[in-house]
């Protein structure tokens, strides 16, 4: 039974059953993750599942062998329906010859068996005390484990217990109305293409350049770009934009003479006029630096805490309702700081239905001579 089926056999038949009857009706839902250090964020996501008409399976207090202890957790993966993962700051317990921790092995195999795997990674700037922070080689093999993670799923960050009951709730939810849509509709986001002149503009006062031999402009110092979001219109989903990043597709660091340009007159680089979601992003040889958002005029700026635009605090989710007419326009500046060639593209990672869905805009050059 898929999750959303065993969701509707819940609410339908649950005043007709008694209590036990009724919790074998629930669909069951894994909550992965290290135990000993979370707590109270594992309450928290219980109870999220709870309120979403879901049954938490949990592994409190495992065998007392290792053998005992992954046989049981693969096990509880199996009669789940959904997967999902709290990742931290500890890799967690590697059993005897073994080079992945209990919690890897959990997410591994639901992978296999595909199972929905919703994700959730603590913030960085959350405290915890220090003997929750893995050192050495657990460290190195949480890191790559959050690395596969990233590459295969829009992570959701939380800063809190209430965020993460809420995030493990809406995501359930979310998983439900994707898996009972009907079928032939097709719910996406529409993302306007960064293309000039329109969406993609040089910075003031700063020439374009367009080289023999190479396809497109090349933008000098920096780029003023913006994007239109809004729901395409079709199907019934929501859709959530969880993520805006800009990627280095190549850089070629160096001054090159035959792309030598001048500024005219004493422009000043910049996002320009102060006005909601206007960024500002630098990017440099050690890659992309977090955006600094504008605020209303005098308000300073707001600064993500990663290279995703919408990591702030707290997070930014635009979210596109099924049937409403929003639009949203996002725009800013990308400025270059060291000398050398930059392709560049932005990466939009969102959710359709609960389905996690990325796009890349078409990849466009600047060029920083000093």
Known sequence: MTFAGAVGAANVRKDSLRPEAAVAEMP???????????????????DGCLAAGAFPEMMEHLPASDADAVAASLAMVDRCDVYVGILAHRYGHVPAGEQRSITQMEYERAAGRGVPRLMFVIRDDVAVLPADIERGLGAERLAAFKAAVARDHVVRVFGSEDDLRAGVLHALQALTAATTRPSGEASDLSISALEPPQRLRPLAGHPVLRPVGREGPVFTGGAEVSFALA?????????????????????HAGRMPALDYRIAGDEVQGAGVVEPYVFQL???AGGVAPARWMRAPGGGAECACSANLLDTA??????FP?????????????????????????????????????????PFVIYMDE
Do not use: Q, W
């Open 322 to 362: 099924a049937g409403a007419p929003d639009l949203e326009a996002v725009r800013g500046s990308v400025l270059a700081l060291d000398p050398g060639l930059y392709e560049l593209a932005f990466a939009f990672h969102y959710s359709v239905g609960g389905e996690d869905r990325a796009r890349r805009s078409r």
């Open 314 to 319: 707290p997070p930014r989710v635009l979210a």
């Open 282 to 284: 630098t990017v440099g």
């Open 231 to 251: 729901h395409n219109g079709c199907g019934a989903c929501s859709i959530h934009l969880h993520a805006i990043e800009l990627e280095v597709v190549a850089f």
């Open 28 to 46: 069951r839902v894994m909550l992965s993750s290290t135990a000993l250090d979370l707590p109270r964020y594992r309450a928290a996501a219980r």
